[in-house]
């Protein structure tokens, strides 16, 4: 199993500019998540899924949308892009949720400028 | 929302220590995991720890639920220990968000 695989690895946008981070899990997880890590900070949630169809907003959803059309991908989408959203973001997946560990993708080092 | 504190923010210690984490959470929990952040930013679950003890080798935890938190122990620490060790919860109640609040982390530096 490759787990939880996210793309790109680094991205270097323009303030204005739009993009989406791609993640896919191999793991047949029904719950998946997106959370952003500031530097020298926590994670904090931006969407989640519960599963194919179903997405609900976390902490801090402004300036993003989520789609879930399979159970093995959950793509972020950035529109507009602005420096505040100059982070390191995370996918997640689990099998269910209140008992099974959660498992992280590598993260996208996202720069806007 | 849940509130999750974790202490102490920065630890340093020489190579062969033991060190005590702590994690004090705000409500009841139904979830609570810790994790590693190696110095590369990867994240690895260490422990699903809602209540009672589990050991991992050099690392175990325990989770006291009546009185909200979480302890992660390291013995005979190592280079490899360094990085930041985060704590994260889900309350007990249904909310409607159902997904883990993290803390803001211990950074732990091991020092040879």
């Known amino acids: 199993n490759a787990g939880v695989t996210q793309t790109p690895k680094f991205r270097i946008l323009k303030i204005g500019q739009s993009m989406t981070l791609q993640c896919t899990q191999d793991m047949n997880h029904n719950y998946m998540y997106w959370y952003r890590q500031d530097p020298g900070m926590g994670l904090k949630l931006i969407y989640y899924?519960?599963?194919?169809?179903?997405?609900d907003k976390g902490e801090v959803p402004n300036g993003y949308n989520v789609s879930r059309s399979t159970t093995e991908d959950f793509p972020l989408r950035l529109e507009l892009a602005a420096p505040s959203q100059t982070s390191v973001y995370f996918c997640?997946?689990?099998?269910?949720?209140?008992?099974?560990?959660?498992?992280f993708g590598n993260g996208t080092r996202l720069t806007v400028t | 929302g849940i509130q999750v504190e974790q202490s102490p923010p920065d630890l340093i210690l020489q190579e062969g220590a033991n060190s005590t984490l702590r994690c004090n959470f705000s409500?009841?929990?139904?979830?609570l995991q810790w994790f590693h952040q190696n110095p590369w930013g990867q994240l690895i679950n260490l422990f699903y720890?809602?209540?009672g003890t589990k050991q991992n080798g050099r690392l175990s935890a325990t989770t006291v639920a009546t009185e909200r938190y979480s302890l992660l122990y390291i013995s005979s620490s190592q280079t490899t220990d360094s990085g930041v060790y985060f704590c994260a919860v889900e309350r007990g109640r249904d909310t409607g968000r159902r997904a883990l609040t993290f803390g803001s982390g211990t950074r732990l530096q091991v020092q040879p």
């Open positions: 409500d009841s929990v139904n979830n």
């Open positions: 899924s519960v599963g194919a169809g179903i997405t």
């Open positions: 997640a997946s689990s099998y269910v949720r209140t008992n099974s560990p959660l498992h």
């Open positions: 720890i809602p209540s």
